[in-house]
């Protein structure tokens, strides 16, 4: 337990900032998910509409510093590559 006032309000900050993050990762990752899943149940036309919204998701995560801008890239690279292959089957 703080023993400082100071550290009693960092603490209540801490908190409440976990809980943002922990929403944010939580809405990310299920966009991720929903998006993998069309994928591999061979949806072309899901996943090509799941795409946009996936790759905005993970832009927000970034600018609210959920996910790393390199991880970022590295993941809508990665999803766009899937969708790309989907679709041209």
Do not use: C, F, W, Y
């Not at 991720?32 to 905005?56: F, N, Q, W």
Request: charged fraction near 35%; aromatic fraction near 0%.
């Amino acid at each position: 337990m703080p023993n400082h006032k100071s550290a009693e309000k960092r603490m209540r900050q801490s908190e409440r900032r976990r809980l943002i993050n922990r929403n944010n990762r939580a809405k990310l990752r299920t966009s991720i998910k929903k998006l993998r899943s069309a994928l591999d149940g061979g949806d072309a036309k899901e996943s090509t509409s799941l795409l946009p919204t996936t790759v905005s998701e993970i832009d927000k995560a970034v600018r609210k510093g959920a996910l790393h801008r390199n991880a970022a890239a590295r993941q809508k690279s990665r999803l766009t590559i899937r969708v790309n292959r989907a679709s041209a089957k």
